[in-house]
C-alpha cells in the first residue's frame, strides 16, 4: 500500500520561504511522478507541479518563478519550495503520486500552512 | 483549460439520484478525472478518463462525456457520499481542477 506523509513548519513569516517535504512508503521514488497540490482554506485545488527522478520538473506557471520541486532518492521523499510568500500562500499542501497519464491515485494527509507574521 | 463545475452546492436526500456537470473551456476528450473530498481529509480518486471507475469506488458512481462536456452519476445517494466533488483534467498542462460541488444532506 502506497502512503504519503508530508513534514514541514506549519507557519512561515511573509517573504520567507515555505519548505515542505512528503516521505513515501510503499513505492520507489524513483518509479513515478510525484506532485504538490494545494488548497486555500474553503476553497479549491491548485496543482503546484511535478517532478520525477530524472528530468525536468513541470510547474505551474501561476508559481513557476517561486516555486522548486526536488527529488531525494536516498530518503525516498520529495519536497517543496516555495520562496517569498504571503498571505495568499496559506493552503493545506498535500503531496500524492501522479500517474503518468495525469491523475492522482494517492494523497497524503495534507498540511495546514499558515503564512502570518 | 478552465472547469467549470455546476451546481457548486446540491441539497438531496439518501437513495436519491445526483447528477453533476463538469463543463471544459476546450476540448478535452476523456482526460478528465472525479475526486471525492470529505472534510478535513485528501481528496479520493473516483473516476478516470471519464467514465472508469478506480479500483474498490461503489459501482453506483458513475461518469460520462467526452469533449467539453461531463457528468458524475450518484446513482442512490448513500449517507457516506455527502462531501465535496471536484472535476480534474489532464489533457493538458498546467493540471487544472473545477471548482468543485458541494453535496449537503437535505
Known amino acids: 500500500q502506497v502512503q504519503l506523509q508530508e513534514s514541514g513548519p506549519g507557519l512561515v513569516k511573509p517573504s520567507e520561504t515555505l519548505s515542505l517535504t512528503c516521505t513515501v512508503s510503499g513505492d520507489s521514488i524513483s518509479s513515478d511522478y510525484w506532485s504538490w497540490i494545494r488548497q486555500p482554506p474553503g476553497k479549491g485545488l491548485e496543482w503546484i507541479g511535478y517532478v520525477y527522478y530524472s528530468g525536468s520538473p513541470n510547474y505551474n506557471p501561476s508559481l513557476r518563478s517561486r516555486v522548486t520541486i526536488s527529488v531525494d532518492t536516498s530518503k525516498n521523499q520529495f519536497s517543496l519550495k516555495l520562496t517569498s510568500v504571503t498571505a495568499a500562500d496559506t493552503a493545506v499542501y498535500y503531496c500524492?503520486?501522479?500517474?503518468?497519464?495525469?491523475?492522482?491515485?494517492?494523497w497524503g494527509q495534507g498540511t495546514l500552512v499558515t503564512v502570518s507574521s | 483549460i478552465q472547469l467549470t463545475q455546476s451546481p457548486s452546492s446540491l441539497s438531496a436526500s439518501v437513495g436519491d439520484r445526483v447528477t453533476i456537470t463538469c463543463r471544459a473551456s476546450q476540448g478535452i476528450s476523456s482526460f478528465l478525472a472525479w475526486y471525492q473530498q470529505k472534510p478535513g481529509k485528501a481528496p479520493k480518486l473516483l473516476i478516470y478518463a471519464a467514465s472508469t471507475l478506480q479500483s474498490g469506488v461503489p459501482s453506483r458512481f458513475s461518469g460520462s462525456g467526452s469533449g467539453t462536456d461531463f457528468t458524475l452519476t450518484i446513482s442512490s445517494l448513500q449517507p457516506e457520499d455527502f462531501a465535496t466533488y471536484y472535476c480534474q483534467q489532464f489533457d493538458t498542462y498546467p493540471l487544472t481542477f473545477g471548482g468543485g460541488t458541494k453535496v449537503e444532506i437535505k
Open positions: 500524492a503520486r501522479l500517474m503518468g497519464s495525469g491523475i492522482f491515485d494517492y
